[in-house]
Nanobody, 126 residues
Framework: QVQLVESGGGLVQAGGSLRLSCAAS????????MGWFRQTPGKEREFVAG????????NTADSVKGRFTISRDNAKNTVYLQMNSLKPEDTAVYYC???????????????????WGQGTQVTVSS
């Protein structure tokens, strides 16, 4: 079992930055591919970014490419999402997610992940 706890959300003006953190419990964090999704009311959960178990491979949604960066620190059992040049359309609840893997695969579909955090609200004002 892995428990995920997000932090770092909040209110920011357009053009600003935020860094989300996701702290994971358990000693096998390094065996998990990790990802970030976001969701707004009435819409499906949307893939934002994912990172392989070792951090050597990442996958980023086109809508945030060049603005958001995912990274991880396996020594701290933490994955990060650095969000720059934020836009009002980035407003959503952001979820951290993880899945046990044996390769450098980075899942992009929500159904491919097993564990989810409770979410953290990000609001970007215009």
């Amino acid at each position: 079992q892995v428990q995920l706890v997000e932090s770092g959300g909040g209110l920011v003006q357009a053009g600003g930055s935020l860094r989300l953190s996701c702290a994971a419990s358990g000693r096998t964090f390094r065996n998990y591919a990790m990802g970030w999704f976001r969701q707004t009311p009435g819409k499906e959960r949307e893939f934002v970014a994912g990172i392989s178990w070792g951090g050597g491979r990442t996958n980023t949604a086109d809508s945030v490419k060049g603005r958001f960066t995912i990274s991880r620190d396996n020594a701290k059992n933490t994955v990060y999402l650095q969000m720059n040049s934020l836009k009002p359309e980035d407003t959503a609840v952001y979820y951290c997610t993880g899945r046990f893997v044996t390769t450098s695969w980075v899942p992009v579909a929500s159904r491919e992940y097993d564990y989810w955090g409770q979410g953290t609200q990000v609001t970007v004002s215009s």
